[in-house]
């Protein structure tokens, strides 16, 4: 005789829904997201159990075509706003089955065997193999990759030799036109590196690289703009009213206003280059070259207290989005926007059209100078590679120049 008290398989299986809807409600809320959007993800986990329940679906044999097929009426009951997230929803606990109740992992998309995405990825093998470049440098060329030859081609690939140098002023011309940056040089960079690729593999017969029209970069004939100390300090106090990120806004911009950071090295500080013990932080440069600088306490300071009050989630750089699950940013254009809002909200007119937070570091390096630090110091603190990129400073104090400059030669030093 059985047992009335004993849970039955479907009995069972209902209990297993409600603890993988808890666990993945707790991951949900571990990663930051607030009480109605925890409430929105077990919901769309139950819902998803049980059709899978009623179609009698255990999660091993949760395929891809079983999850489109069970989510299909989950996603119709959802408001057509809300839609787009129910499907993240499901996929997120998706997820979750996949790593904890053995449910097999998404099918592999089909390799693209084309023409075109076979060169793509032989072109991406160079960038990294033969070249060397960063991932951040290869996903533009990729992007340029396939802007240039849909625009010759449309969306195949047609004959490379018939390529023409016309066909690359052009798409400069009308790159220029749509994006409203003359003397952006990147686009023509990314290009030529792509003509290097198809002429070093035998693609083309002719190198093309050297039709690539240059962009104009005429030589600055004075020093930088920079701000006064006070107009400085000023807008890095400002970002420190926002109630969510003011303290996050407030430790970056004076790693740039008092370290004299670019902004890409600030995006890319991860927790672990902190040393706090020799009171140094690990600077990723351009190039990929990595210095250690040691950190003043005022920016020590400024760091501790946003990991300690504001800080969240597990991502391990140290800056972060205040937005879950809090992931780190993808370039560096938060800080522009942070500065932008921050002469909006001081009155300070920036003393260039384009507002990027290089005027920062022209301004630490313009108050080094006043308060008669050489220019190999400056150098130094900005880290420079070549001497003659600090010159640029010394247009402003000629008199600086004797830090650098070779004693003038005399008769009696000829050989």
């Avoid at 993808?330 to 290089?358: E, F």
Wanted: charge should be positive; glycine fraction near 6%.
């Amino acid at each position: 005789m059985e047992n009335d008290t004993h849970p039955d398989q479907t009995t069972r299986r209902k209990l297993k829904a409600g603890s993988h809807a808890d666990r993945f409600a707790l991951q949900i809320e571990a990663e930051g997201y607030g009480l109605r959007s925890i409430a929105n993800y077990r919901t769309t986990a139950e819902a998803l159990w049980a059709a899978m329940l009623e179609a009698d679906v255990c999660p091993t044999e949760l395929t891809d075509d079983r999850v489109d097929h069970l989510a299909t009426s989950i996603i119709s009951a959802a408001s057509a706003r809300d839609q787009k997230h129910c499907r993240y929803r499901i996929n997120r606990f998706r997820d979750y089955l996949i790593e904890n109740a053995g449910a097999p992992p998404r099918s592999e998309p089909p390799l693209d065997m084309s023409p075109r995405a076979c060169l793509k990825r032989e072109y991406e093998t160079y960038l990294r193999s033969q070249r060397g470049l960063s991932e951040d440098t290869i996903y533009h060329c990729l992007r340029f990759f396939d802007r240039f030859l849909t625009a010759k081609f449309g969306s195949g690939l047609g004959d490379l030799n018939t390529i023409k140098p016309d066909d690359i002023t052009g798409f400069i011309l009308w790159l220029r036109k749509e994006q409203n940056a003359p003397r952006d040089k990147t686009g023509p960079s990314h290009l030529r590196n792509l003509f290097q690729f198809l002429f070093w593999s035998g693609k083309t017969e002719r190198n093309l690289s050297n039709a690539v029209p240059k962009a104009r970069q005429p030589k600055p004939t004075g020093i930088p703009r920079y701000l006064e100390p006070e107009q400085v300090n000023r807008l890095i106090e400002v970002v420190r009213d926002h109630q969510k990120t003011g303290r996050r806004n407030y430790a970056m911009l004076m790693l740039i206003a008092r370290l004299g950071l670019r902004a890409p090295e600030v995006t890319a500080i991860e927790l672990d280059d902190i040393d706090w013990r020799a009171g140094e932080i690990l600077i990723r440069g351009k190039r990929q070259l990595h210095d250690r600088m040691p950190m003043s306490a005022e920016v020590g300071e400024a760091i501790v207290d946003y990991i300690k009050n504001e800080r969240r989630g597990p991502d391990r750089a140290l800056f972060v989005s205040v937005k879950p699950p809090f992931k780190r940013f993808k370039d560096a254009q938060i800080l522009r926007r942070i500065l932008r809002d921050a002469y909006d909200a001081t009155g300070i007119s920036p003393p260039q059209a384009y507002i990027g937070t290089h005027i920062l570091r022209h301004s630490l390096a313009t108050d080094m100078l006043r308060k008669g630090a050489s220019l190999a110091e400056i150098g130094d603190v900005l880290r420079h590679r070549s001497a003659m990129t600090t010159t640029i400073y010394a247009q402003y104090d000629v008199a600086a120049l004797r830090s650098i400059s070779r004693p003038w030669p005399t008769s009696g030093d000829a050989q």
